[in-house]
């Protein structure tokens, strides 16, 4: 486990954003997809200029608060920097109330197919098709990101889970979302696919002061006790879970737990404080 230390920001990258805003360029695309579960969905997009590369293609997904332009515009300048494609989907509650578990379980709009549909739709776009994603989330974004990974993990390039508020579990004694019982996908079973899953590179970050039990925060007896107090203890938790299932297979792919120096809750301060310059200094 590790530390991602405050760094205070550079001349250059002062320099970078200021070109960047500088370029009269459309960087903020909002697009509108008429999803196949009959409703729209919203999402951001840039595409380069040039060089447009299926291969290098970036997904950030949002947390409750629903911070569509940090997770944008925090972005953009390395999405431009590194020639990527960026895609950020707008989850909205009314339509997609339970996009952290997928929609599974609770007959909800599936929020990981509006991602592949929206996967297609950017892929017509660029003329490509995109196979493969890496994919960043925070708070019940990085829920999301790591149950959408579970499911399809052929569609996963690296994989970066953010502060998030619960996990879920290879225990397949526990009930999803908490484990992998009764966790099915269109007659694909969870349990099967997880050996793929566990050959993905993944990255997992915290706010070192991700203390608190406030807020949108879940709490009850079971999560307390089997996955932690607190959003740091929780992802140590996940850590030691997912490491001795991938001792248990002898996978020795990259997998790392950082913390974040001098950051809590919160999207915007944790990119100021080194998760942006340490999530794609890995792509």
């Not at 925090?74 to 339509?95: H, R, W």
């Not at 997992?204 to 879940?218: A, H, I, T």
Request: charged content about 30%.
């Amino acid at each position: 486990m590790g530390k991602i230390l405050n760094r205070p920001e550079s001349l250059e990258q002062k320099k970078n954003k200021k070109k960047y805003r500088s370029k009269g360029e459309k960087m903020n695309e909002r697009k509108t997809l008429k999803l196949s579960q009959g409703i729209e969905i919203k999402y951001r997009l840039y595409i380069p200029k040039e060089n447009i590369d299926n291969n290098k293609v970036i997904v950030s997904i949002h947390g409750l608060s629903r911070n569509y332009d940090s997770h944008f515009n925090m972005n953009l300048p390395y999405a431009k920097e590194k020639g990527y494609i960026l895609i950020v989907p707008e989850f909205e509650d009314d339509d997609f109330n339970s996009y952290n578990t997928l929609g599974v379980k609770d007959n909800q709009n599936r929020s990981d197919i509006a991602l592949n549909e929206i996967l297609k739709d950017v892929s017509k776009k660029i003329n490509q098709n995109i196979k493969k994603i890496s994919l960043i989330g925070y708070s019940a974004g990085g829920q999301f990101a790591h149950r959408y990974a579970m499911i399809h993990p052929k569609k996963i390039n690296k994989l970066f889970v953010c502060a998030s508020g619960f996990y879920t579990f290879l225990d397949e004694d526990v009930d999803y979302p908490l484990g992998l019982k009764s966790a099915k996908y269109n007659n694909i079973d969870l349990k099967k696919q997880i050996k793929e899953f566990l050959n993905l590179s993944i990255f997992l970050y915290v706010g070192e002061k991700d203390l608190s039990r406030e807020g949108n925060f879940k709490k009850n007896n079971f999560l307390d006790e089997n996955q932690g107090r607190t959003r740091v203890e929780r992802g140590q938790n996940w850590y030691k879970n997912i490491t001795n299932k991938r001792d248990e297979f002898r996978i020795s792919k990259e997998f790392k737990f950082e913390l974040i120096q001098n950051s809590a809750h919160s999207f915007e301060k944790c990119m100021e404080n080194g998760l942006g310059d340490n999530i794609w200094g890995k792509l």
